[in-house]
């Protein structure tokens, strides 16, 4: 069962509205439980242990000495940095913001005994790869779309390892952490993974995505071996069903990810030089021995298309997107 978050608070309409918020969220990995009243919150505390008590700074004096609590943080009605070296979380800013702070202060915190979402059972993730040795051949756009189509049926991820990937511009926003955060966390070996990976998720419609990394030498220091660990993480502690991986050429140990891939869309092109380049990629794989890759390598040849929309928004209107729902209705996707 999935620790427990309880909202109390005397603002009642506020408090049932944040929690009826909070527990239609499939990615906030708490049950939720909300009070207008401390001496209610006190008398279930008595046989329901509460991992973490979100509870109105006006609330504060009024809260039993008695409560029995992993962590304690405070809705506070300014935005201040922090309330009596308490941890705190802005009242009046919007749902998601809110659920993040939350999750992010209990992924920091020292002393919470963590939770796993999924405890120890491993669940089995499609992992897909996209990955070409050709430049500017629309793999990222490509990859989005694949990810948005299957993200209406199925919970899945998007994970990026270009160099540069300007999402920030794209999504136009900027984010307060990247993907190499996240991965800091799963070097930890603390069991937060799973709250600070649901504390940094974004959404493009139904996809879910990690902010790519700022520097792509962060990507290039990173042992092949991680990548393996934090598939394997997300194999134990999520409940992703797919995981899209948009793959570039530096990232450590490309060929091994590709093997634990079920299935490897590489984008290819017609003119002399791309069809060079792909030559070239296959027989490195014949010479390596993994002639494998190629029996599960879908080679997808895009069109030539008028125009493919700068803005991620516009994407899954476009020409492009057309293309990948035929590519899948193929094959029986």
Known sequence: MDALLAICDYEKKYVYKLAEYLSGKKQFPFRVMAFDNPEKLAAFSKENPIEILLIGESMKDDAPVSLKTGQILYLCEENK?????????????SGTAIMKKIIALYAEGEDQKIIAAAGSKKRNIEIIGVYSPIGRCLQTSFSLILGQILAKKKRCLYLNFEAYSGFS???????????????????????????????????????????PAVSFLDILEMEGEKWKLL???????????????????????????????????TITKSDGMALAKIDQYEKLLTYMKKDGLLKKTINCNIPVFKQVPHKMIYLSHSQLTEYVKNLLKEQEI
Do not use: W
């Open 81 to 93: 940095e922090e309330k009596e070296s308490c941890p705190y979380v802005y009242k009046y800013q």
């Open 169 to 211: 511009m794209l999504l136009e926003k900027e984010f307060n952490h990247d993907f190499m955060d996240l991965m800091y966390f799963l070097k930890e070996g603390s069991g937060k993974f799973v709250y600070k990976l649901a504390s940094m998720v974004d959404s493009i419609g139904s996809l879910d995505f990690i902010p």
């Open 231 to 265: 598939l394997e993480e997300l194999e134990r502690s999520t409940d992703y069903e797919v995981v899209i991986l948009d793959l570039s050429d530096h990232v450590r140990g490309l060929f091994e990810i590709l093997e634990r891939c079920s299935k490897i869309y």
